[in-house]
């Protein structure tokens, strides 16, 4: 074989393998430290800007998703099996979408989603980036304690079975009250 064919096949090989990894790493990101989720505001479908402190207290589950997305649109049916399940436990599945408000309206009168959507569009990506999209993946989704905390990140689709994992233990905890010293 000539050597410039093995070399380009070793430098594949190599990048292939760094590729995997990164793609492994990437796959889930259990935040090691919770960290607070910044606040930030954005317009439903009718137009009115809503912040996410509306649900301050609440287990979120935020996921960033668009209508072009295939996974994303595979999730969505687990997501409101999982919103009825979890209703009355304190959880709350919000759906930003990184898409256009006519597509997004267009989606929603084939399937009725029982939880709140957030049009994010282009700005959307950004926000992800924020809170911890490092790879720009759609989707992606976050887990929010109570306390207002990211205790997981996830870029691609997330299985039912992996969110019940991560919020059974959380819809038995009490959240923890902020310490107030009075002078």
């Known amino acids: 074989m000539p050597k410039p064919l093995l070399a380009f096949i ?8 760094v590729l ?3 793609h492994q790493s990437q796959k889930e990101q259990q935040v090691l ?3 607070p989720l910044i606040d930030f505001s954005l317009a439903d479908l009718a137009g009115e800007l809503t912040p996410i402190s509306k649900w301050r207290g609440k287990i979120l589950i935020i996921n960033f998703w668009a209508t072009w997305c295939p996974p994303c649109l595979k999730e969505i049916p687990d997501f409101i099996a999982l919103q009825n399940e979890y209703a009355d ?3 709350q599945f919000i759906g930003i979408a990184i898409d256009t408000p006519e597509l997004v309206a267009d989606y929603l009168a084939f399937i009725d989603i029982n939880y709140p959507i957030l049009m994010a569009e282009v ?6 980036k924020q809170l911890g999209n490092v790879v720009n993946a759609v989707p992606f989704t976050l887990i929010v304690n109570a306390n207002n905390e990211i205790i997981f990140r996830h870029p691609g689709d997330l299985s039912k079975t992996k969110i019940r994992q991560i919020i059974d233990p959380l819809v038995q905890q009490e959240p923890t009250k902020p310490i107030t010293i009075e002078n």
């Open 20 to 22: 995997f990894a990164n």
């Open 89 to 91: 436990k304190n959880v």
């Open 10 to 17: 070793f430098i594949f090989l190599i990048l292939i393998s």
């Open 33 to 35: 430290a919770p960290m």
């Open 123 to 128: 700005e959307g990506q950004q926000l992800a």
